[in-house]
Structures are given as C-alpha cells and as structure tokens.
C-alpha cells in the first residue's frame, strides 16, 4: 500500500473501500470487515449513505481481529440537512456516533451546494472541528475550481483533499491540474463506473497485455495518476483483487491510451447544480 501526503503533513493510504450502495446489513459490515483483514485501511463513509452503523460494525470486527485503530483511516461526509457553520458538529457527531468512533480521519463536505454563502457559513463549522482536535483533516467532495477558489478567497484552512468523479471517461484534467497546483489531493469516487468501464475494449487490451483485470487495470491507472481511489466491492474475491494493484505498473503508452478514452462524460450529478 502506497500512502500519500496531504497539506497540512498527515497522510492517508492511496486505496480504500468504498460503501456507496451497499445495504445497512451484514452485507457491508462483512465487507468492511473482509477488507481490513486483507490489508484495506482506508474506509470511506457518508452519512447518506444510510449503512454508517453496520459499516462501523465491520470496522470494529476488524479491530477485534487485531488491527489497531490508529492503523485505520476512517472517512465520513457531511449531508447538506447539515449545513451552517452551528450545525456541522451535529452531523459529525451524529457520523460517530453511528460509527461507534471516537473521531474520524478525514470528514468532507459532501457537496458544495448551490447557496454559496451556506456553504462557506459550513466550511468555517468544518474549520472549528478541526481547530478543536475533533477531526484529524478536512476537505470538500466534487467541488469545481471556481468553487475552491472563492474557499480559499474567504476562509482560513485549506481543504486537504477534493472527492471527485474521475474515471477513464472523465478524466477531469483542468481540476486535477488545479489541484496538484494548490496543493489539495485528489479522490476519485466510483472509479470503475458501476463496472461500466470493464467492458471497455481498451481496457481489456491492456489487462490482456498485463495478465491483470480490467479492475485492477483501472485501478492502477487512478494511481499512476497520483489519485486517492476507493472501487466499491461487496464481493470477497473482488475486494481482494482491487487491492492487488501495487505489483506491476503500466506503461506511459498505455496510460495515454486510457487517457485518451476521455468523453468528458458524468455518471454523477452537476456539482454546480445539485443541491441534494
């Protein structure tokens, strides 16, 4: 496992598990718990997700099995019913509390929203947790430039990380060039497209060329980039395979050519736009 380096000198591992999707069951409490013992440490969460008590469960499981909690790298969001700067802790907490933690690595904003004012009233909430000693590191979840320039230009502590879609088909460039300029990491979201981009005849290629999946394939491309990803499994076998991406790398070839598959194409909503 590779880790990177954020702004503020904490890191974070550059592979988690995502839990977008996965029921509030034994399903995503298994999981978590799978992947932890199979070398995940990062573990992505959100409060809309509905599933943080049985993800939080999977984590504990995972303790018990013997990894420690500083070890981990635990992440939740902020859901817009909790914006303005006196209602952040609420939903922090309210994040803890489901995930039976005592603090989170890394809590973002889940969406900038379209009120902007109400969303740098919510940063300065995010601001105080973080002065406070209560989260480890802060940061935003598909936010555009223009978005994290008027952040910067109004408040104090910079975001550590920016979540964002990003996969072969939107490759995001004009944002990743911006972020490596400021200083802000970027996270990919859905990077396999909800197993849309496995089909993909390119990428097939070069998992042939490889002798490795189109997961893995995919996977290693986001972090040749430099890019924090999280793929989204359920299944034992997969959650195992997408983790097994630091034995090979690709080619400079191959990755323009998976680069080149750009169609600036969005399976998620407008960040400029959706307001929840």
Do not use: C
Request: no cysteine; net charge negative.
């Amino acid at each position: 496992m590779q880790n990177i380096t954020f702004n503020n000198g904490n890191s974070m591992p550059q592979l988690g598990l995502g839990v977008f999707r996965v029921e509030n069951d034994d399903t995503a409490k298994n999981a978590v718990k799978h992947a932890i013992i199979n070398g995940y440490r990062s573990i992505d969460a959100a409060l809309v997700y509905a599933n943080e008590e049985m993800v939080g469960q999977g984590i504990q499981e995972g303790i018990a099995a013997g990894i420690q909690r500083e070890d981990l790298f635990i992440t939740s969001k902020l859901w817009l019913n909790h914006y303005g700067k006196d209602n952040v802790k609420d939903g922090y907490e309210t994040s803890l509390s489901n995930l039976g933690l005592d603090y989170l690595d890394l809590y973002l904003i889940h969406w900038p929203g379209t009120n902007e004012s109400l969303m740098l009233e919510t940063w300065e909430g995010m601001e105080t947790l973080y002065n406070e000693g209560k989260v480890k590191n802060i940061g935003v979840s598909n936010f555009t430039i223009e978005q994290l320039e008027l952040l910067e230009a109004k408040t104090t502590i910079k975001p550590v990380i920016n979540q964002v879609e990003f996969h072969p088909y939107f490759t995001q460039e004009p944002l990743r060039n911006y972020l490596a300029q400021a200083s802000i990491q970027m996270e990919s979201w859905s990077p396999l497209m909800n197993a849309e981009i496995l089909t993909d005849e390119t990428i097939n290629a070069i998992a042939d060329e490889t002798g490795k999946s189109p997961a893995q394939i995919v996977i290693r491309w986001n972090i040749e980039h430099g890019v924090v990803t999280i793929p989204k499994s359920v299944t034992p076998h997969r959650i195992e395979e997408n983790i097994n991406v630091f034995d090979f790398s690709l080619t400079e070839a191959q990755i323009n050519r998976i680069d080149a598959l750009n169609q600036d194409k969005r399976i998620g909503p407008n960040p400029e736009e959706f307001n929840g």
